[in-house]
């Protein structure tokens, strides 16, 4: 899904960026949200994660401009403690109520150990390793996963009840990138991809560790987080905001000395880097390490951008009356 086509173009992050951010103002969105939407969305192009990059705006525009998402939500914050937050989305893309809690959770979690906080009434988060990084950017150990809303029936197989939500666990590593294990816990897997009943035969193990981390996903990032099981219990104003989140951070230093595990990680990423590489791959390296070296070298080269994600911006710009850049 991530992998850099052999048609891609290179394009400069601010190119793009112009290019979502007005597309987003098109829609409804004021400005400083349509800037603050396009600066993620390429942030994620920057780091390889294509999937949830600026392809995304596609489907965000037309949802905004249908009325299924508040292009304009304004997030409150409700049942704080020292270490717990709710945040209501007011039924706009999910991007919005979980920077603003993981904004929230670092102030918390440094003075208590521990924070966690539970979103709601909201769209589509994107990628969870965003608010992941962020956290371990700031220093702590985070853990992020979303649910949405199920349509299920007893004939479907037990597969669909994983949804296909995202998980992601970040760890800070010092001098390094921080170690960052960002994803679809069904990826793949489901019965109905391409590789589902093959990969069931060959390894029926792993598809059933996928379906549970599906599952806890769903009960995690959607039920904690107010999402029915039955859609007909759902109570909204915008149909799209139809998902939920679970942020947790973890002080390192409420554990460990932060030197002595600051130094674990780095020799950790150090080690690791130094041996054989899985089969088809040139260089070993742990979770985060490629996407932070894109991050760096495509924000002087260009992100490449693949024929097909062109095309799509194309058409949406086209919809939507925006001149294309490239």
């Known amino acids: 899904m991530n992998i850099v086509s052999d048609n891609s173009t290179p394009v400069m992050p601010e190119t793009l960026k112009s290019l979502i951010a007005t597309i987003g103002r098109e829609a409804g969105m004021p400005g400083s949200k349509a800037d603050f939407l396009a600066d993620l969305l390429v942030r994620n192009d920057l780091r390889g994660v294509f999937s949830h990059g600026s392809k995304q705006i596609a489907d965000y525009a037309r949802l905004m401009r249908d009325g299924f998402i508040n292009p304009d939500p304004e997030i409150q914050l409700s049942d704080e403690t020292p270490s717990v937050i709710l945040a209501d989305g007011d039924g706009g893309l999910g991007y919005f109520p979980c920077y603003r809690a993981v904004e929230e959770l670092a102030d918390r979690c440094s003075k208590q150990g ?4 539970v979103t709601r009434n909201h769209g589509h988060i994107g990628a969870a390793g965003i608010y992941s990084r962020l956290l371990a950017e700031k220093g702590f150990i985070a853990y992020v996963t979303s649910g949405h809303q199920l349509n299920l029936s007893p004939e479907d197989s ?36 391409p590789h589902g009943e093959e990969l069931f035969r060959m390894a029926p193990g792993v598809v ?6 599906g599952f806890m996903c769903q009960a995690l990032g959607g039920f904690l987080a107010g999402v029915p099981l039955d859609a007909r219990e759902a109570q909204r104003k915008y149909n799209g905001a139809n998902q939920g ?9 409420r554990f460990i000395d932060p030197e002595a595990f600051r130094k674990q990680m780095e020799s950790y ?27 760096v070298e495509w924000a002087k080269s260009g992100i490449p951008v693949s024929q097909e994600t062109a095309e799509l911006l194309r058409d949406v710009a086209e919809e939507f009356g925006v001149e294309m850049p490239f």
């Open 208 to 213: 059933f560790r996928g379906m549970g981390l």
């Open 158 to 193: 037990i597969m669909k009840a994983a949804g296909g939500s995202p998980m992601s666990f970040a760890v800070p590593a010092g001098s390094k990138a921080p170690m960052i294990l960002d994803f679809g816990a069904v990826h793949d897997l489901s019965l109905d991809s």
């Open 245 to 253: 989140s679970l942020i947790i951070a973890l002080d390192v230093g």
């Open 114 to 117: 521990v924070a966690a906080a």
């Open 269 to 295: 990423m150090d080690f690791t880097a130094q041996m054989r590489p899985m089969p088809g791959h040139d260089e070993a390296t742990l979770p985060g390490v490629l996407e932070a070296r894109r991050e």
